[in-house]
């Protein structure tokens, strides 16, 4: 989890919605972005019928094997970017 008030981060890696999920592996490389799961919606009972991108990605990370699924539609609220001044 990493807190971003200036959302210095969320604009380096162009986060678009809130969950904008993101893993960068131990050598500092983004493998993965995008969704949590494959599906769009807060039901819990959609839980188990989503493939659960973030945790196959981890796991697939953590076995040191490409992620196959590195990018993903993401969902959620809309980010609002605080103006920045120059």
Known sequence: MLLD?????????GA??????YIVDA????VYKGGIDSIPSADTADIAKAKQYVR?????VLAGKPVADA????????LKYPRTST
């Open 16 to 21: 678009t919605v809130t969950p904008h999920m």
């Open 27 to 30: 050598a500092g490389t983004l």
């Open 5 to 13: 008030p200036q959302s210095r981060i969320a604009r380096a890696y």
């Open 56 to 60: 196959v990605a981890l796991d697939e």
């Open 71 to 78: 990018s993903t539609r993401p969902y959620g609220c809309s």
